[in-house]
């Protein structure tokens, strides 16, 4: 059953949001389901969940109407959990959690568009390798249209980067943010390289949590021959709990190289990234190695 709020935070938004979703085992169901984890068997391995408490939590979260259950089997019926649009509302939340956490709890409290490489965030990337990429679509370049991140190839080259200077002005301070700045000359390198990618066999995806529009006007001035794809709604972020950062008053990704294969299986992951010409041609070779069967 969902919490009941008390008369005197009736109106408070926060309580009513706590009573829903404020305990642990509900927000890493939201977790798990956004990281492609949707069957009850699934949820428990990963979550060392009781089934019990289990069983509780799915109730609650299909209750609330954050997760749908959706039949993937007859006789006997079976479900699967599935996060519904307002349950998609959550990533956001999620991921400023995930930020806070990193730069609070895990780190030292500065604020940073990268990280050391022995840190959580690294080791989390780093975990990717050989995971699954679930199914999800972003709005592409150039006219918005949703779009899966893994192309029809043998392989794919996904670069998240926290955001470009065009159109608009980048957040003030946004130089002095370590790891920030190098997103043009970015774009520029894989722009160069990208006849050498194709050659290959694989396609380039550019990834920033800027809207599609903003993107666009970037890429038209840049000549960018790849698509960028825009995780304004930090869908990609949070199936992969990739590493962010809050500038400007909006979440930002920081740098990072990923490459993936036609089963959607995660074969390189680089982060940090702080020698990005060195980050192009290692994702270069990887392809070549992807797509030749290596």
């Not at 019926?77 to 956490?101: C, F, K, N």
């Not at 290959?200 to 599609?212: C, F, H, K, L």
């Not at 949070?238 to 809050?246: D, E, G, N, T």
């Not at 294969?261 to 702080?274: I, L, M, N, S």
Request: a negative charge.
């Amino acid at each position: 059953m969902i919490r009941s709020v008390p008369e005197r935070d009736a109106a408070c938004a926060i309580a009513q949001a706590a009573a829903v979703v404020g305990d642990w085992w509900s927000l890493l169901l939201v977790r798990e389901t956004a990281r492609g984890h949707h069957r009850f068997d699934s949820l428990q391995e990963e979550l060392g969940i009781s089934r019990k408490v289990l069983t509780e939590r799915l109730a609650h979260l299909v209750e609330a109407e954050i997760l749908e259950k959706v039949a993937y089997q007859s006789g006997p019926v079976r479900y699967e959990y599935r996060l519904t649009e307002s349950g998609r509302g959550l990533l956001p939340v999620l991921l400023s959690m995930q930020d806070w956490a990193d730069r609070w709890v895990l780190g030292d409290g500065s604020l940073s568009g990268t990280a050391d490489e022995d840190s959580a965030e690294a080791r989390r990337v780093a975990g990717l390798v050989g995971q699954w990429l679930p199914p999800l679509e972003l709005p592409g370049h150039p006219d918005g249209e949703p779009l899966d991140p893994v192309a029809e190839a043998a392989a794919t080259v996904l670069f998240c980067y926290p955001a470009t200077g065009r159109p608009g002005p980048l957040p003030d301070g946004w130089a002095d943010i370590p790891g920030a700045l190098g997103c043009t000359l970015e774009n520029r390198l894989f722009r160069d390289a990208y006849e050498g990618f194709r050659a290959a066999g694989a396609e380039v995806r550019g990834i920033s949590t800027q809207r599609p529009d903003e993107q666009r006007v970037f890429a038209v001035e840049e000549g960018i021959p790849y698509t960028l794809l825009s995780d304004v709604d930090l869908r990609l972020a949070a199936a992969l709990r990739l590493p962010v950062f809050r500038a400007g008053q909006a979440l930002r990704l920081k740098r990072a190289v990923l490459v993936v294969d036609r089963e959607r299986v995660v074969r390189q992951a680089r982060f940090p990234v702080t020698d990005i010409p060195g980050a192009v041609r290692e994702a270069l070779a990887v392809v070549q190695r992807v797509a030749g069967g290596g």
